[in-house]
């Protein structure tokens, strides 16, 4: 397996987020990624390489092209606002809910802030734009190679992705990585794409951008939304709109889900991207569904995400993984390599 990994990753290194009303350390964190790194030095599954390029041209396919220059601009504006906000991470604290106008991008900054977020839990620091478009790249780079003919891919990268929509980012994304690569399997000659999220937390930034398209299908199980985060995507009637009618497809699970159920819902998951016969897949793979991860409610163990590389292997696709959420940090590692192994296993 191609493992593209961002080495630019730790320029997002932020202090803290808001957490359930206070400021907390972030939960995610530089070590996460270094604790894959160091799993697979130990225990390697492919070989290591850095991402190419990737264009505005290619970004702004799926996000929109004002959101990609506030994103880039959005240190420099902080700073503008007072120097001393260079000592301070961004969060935003005001957004237009209700009956408010989001057709009218305001000049202040923290109201442009509001305007392109939709939580206080996501800060950005100085170089938060360029880890995060140097991890779109890594997502491209594997989409392109498993497009030329690679049985699969990792995009091994942090900050992560499916919770960032066409313009907004929250839930510690900015840039849709598993979007970026399910559009550049699309364009690298792929007629149909399934994106598979099976991190514990909705992929609402995914749902949103593919919602009203019948070429890419998005499939998610994750914690119920009447408990869980993000909470206000998620719900098993949310089946997409226009040509998208039936092309998403959320299986919700509550919170203390054990894992033979994650399993058998995740076999109806794999269902679903069989009927729809793709010619590829995206695995949104958020480790976060581990027993002992502190923000997220599932009980799979270790061993659980060998059987799930094995599961997703099963499907015969050539895939794509994008690294999302996990946040028992010393255990990342193991569970990422689990899955790569269990995958790699079964395809060969």
């Known amino acids: 397996m191609r493992i593209v ?57 799926v996000h929109r092209p004002g959101y990609l220059a506030f994103l880039a601009g959005a240190w420099d504006d902080w700073v503008a606002l007072d120097p001393a906000n260079a000592a301070l991470d961004i969060l935003p604290s005001v957004w237009p809910v209700r009956g408010f106008r989001h057709d009218v991008v305001p000049h202040h900054f923290a109201a442009r802030l509001g305007l392109y977020s939709f939580d206080a839990g996501s800060p950005m620091v100085a170089g938060t734009w360029a880890a995060a478009r140097a991890g779109a790249a890594c997502a491209v780079t594997a989409a392109r190679a498993v497009a030329a003919g690679e049985r699969s891919a990792l995009a091994l990268t942090r900050p992560p992705g499916h919770h960032a929509g066409p313009d907004f980012f929250g839930g510690y994304c900015f840039l849709n ?56 995507l998620g719900h098993a009637d949310e089946r997409g709109e226009g040509a998208g009618v039936g092309g998403n497809l ?37 480790v976060d569904t581990f027993e002992g991860d502190p923000i997220s409610g599932f009980h799979l163990r270790s061993a659980d995400y060998l059987r799930l590389g094995e599961r997703l292997a099963r499907l015969g696709l050539p895939t794509v993984f994008t690294m999302e959420g996990g946040y028992a940090v010393a255990e990342v590692g193991v569970h990422v390599v689990n899955v790569l192994h269990g995958f790699e296993a079964r395809a060969r």
Do not use: K
């Open 177 to 232: 990585n598993a979007a970026l690569a399910a559009q550049a399997l699309r364009e690298g000659g792929a007629a149909r794409v399934a994106v598979l999220d099976v991190d514990y937390h909705h992929g609402n930034g995914t749902q949103t951008i593919f919602y009203d398209r019948d070429d890419v299908l998005t499939v998610s199980l994750h914690g119920d939304p009447m408990t869980e985060y993000p909470f206000f």
């Open 5 to 61: 990994h961002n080495p630019d990753h730790r320029l997002h290194t932020a202090r803290h987020e808001m957490y359930r009303g206070r400021l907390v350390p972030c939960h995610e964190t530089p070590d996460r990624l270094d604790h894959v790194l160091a799993a697979l030095q130990q225990q390697p599954a492919g070989p290591l390489c850095l991402p190419g390029a990737v264009s505005d041209e290619t970004l702004a396919v």
């Open 250 to 286: 959320n299986l919700p699970l509550p919170r203390g889900t054990s894992a033979a159920t994650w399993f058998d819902t995740l076999d109806h998951a794999a269902q679903a991207v069989g009927r729809f016969q793709p010619d590829a897949l995206v695995v949104a793979l958020g």
